[in-house]
């Protein structure tokens, strides 16, 4: 497995081996032994989930205060613009953000630790995206951080993109929960 830092170090692009012949593919999307030597984090894996979108579709940018989660995120099928916010309050990069492509062609995938707030906008016609967490989905302890919050000025590639309510109404950056 190859890392990759970000502009963020601990935000990680992994690309795995990819095995490919006339027949197809093959790859090892997870190896927790693989993971940890590669990016020195032993992260415990307790949730897969799978969303598809259409184009144009926004979600996020979610994080989880009273339960935090580590995301490893990988894109099936499709592509998508994925960005990570950094919301730990003591970090020098606190208030940026990292943005890159995830695709299913190219089969890499991305670490988005634990304190940073996370989303995605979807610019091919669908895309499947599949990540996993180190802690479980707890609807009280989720927070959104407002999408286009002019201080955070992530530059989302379109500029009106499709929404539900509860992501519209994030919270911007001087007023959201963060973490130490």
Known sequence: MKVIRTEIPEVLILEPKV???????????YNRKTFK??????????????SRSKKN??????YQIGRPQGKLIRVTFGEIWDVAVDLRKSSRTFGK???????????QMAWIPVG?????????????VQYKTT??????????????D???GIRWPVANPVLNERDKRGTPLQQVEVFP
């Open 150 to 152: 002019a201080e955070v």
């Open 37 to 50: 030597e590669a990016t020195g984090v032993d992260a415990e894996f307790v949730q897969d989930n799978h």
């Open 97 to 107: 953000w990292v943005g890159l492509s995830l695709t299913g062609n190219s089969k």
């Open 116 to 128: 940073f707030a996370h989303g995605f906008l979807v610019v091919s016609d669908v895309a499947d």
């Open 57 to 62: 579709v926004l979600r996020g940018l979610h």
């Open 19 to 29: 095995f490919e012949d006339p027949r197809g593919f093959f790859l090892e999307s």
């Open 135 to 148: 802690d479980y989905y707890s609807p009280k302890d989720e927070r959104v951080l407002l999408w286009n």
